[in-house]
């Protein structure tokens, strides 16, 4: 499964009504995988959310030190290959962020995102958390 932004802050917020859900999913996940863009995604939406700094920061530390979450640092060719899909979608409202995560979901053979986010439908994933 692929831990997007806002799946993220569902399972970090303790607040968020969401949370239950996002954790139950992240604990069953056979996989976990995310990317460097999510995490810097993740830190100023904790911040304009008005969460803990401290709190997002060791959480964010605890993800990168999780044997269980994989994380892949964009590269050159991964970079070129989400802007590639970005320019083919001029028509979708989603970011080059969301353009990485679709190009790793297909390398990867993912098919579902802990994420809010409609447009992983657009694309043709499983959204697991409804906004």
Not at 15 to 24: K, L
Not at 40 to 49: D, G, I, N, Y
Not at 63 to 80: H, K, P
Not at 97 to 109: E, P, T, Y
Request: hydrophobic share 45%; aromatic share 10%.
């Amino acid at each position: 499964m692929l831990l997007d932004t806002s799946g993220l802050l569902c399972y970090f917020d303790v607040d968020d009504a969401r949370r239950a859900d996002a954790v139950a999913l992240f604990q069953a996940a056979p996989m976990l995988l995310t990317y460097n863009y999510i995490l810097a995604e993740f830190v100023p939406l904790c911040q304009t959310r008005g969460l803990n700094r401290v709190h997002v920061l060791a959480f964010v530390a605890g993800l990168l030190n999780n044997e269980g979450v994989e994380i892949v640092w964009v590269d050159e060719a991964l970079r070129r290959s989400a802007l590639s899909l970005f320019q083919r979608r001029p028509d979708k409202t989603y970011s080059l962020c969301d353009a990485v995560s679709f190009v790793l979901m297909r390398q990867r053979g993912i098919t579902e995102a802990l994420t809010t986010d409609r447009h992983f439908e657009q694309e043709g994933f499983v959204r697991l958390l409804r906004p």
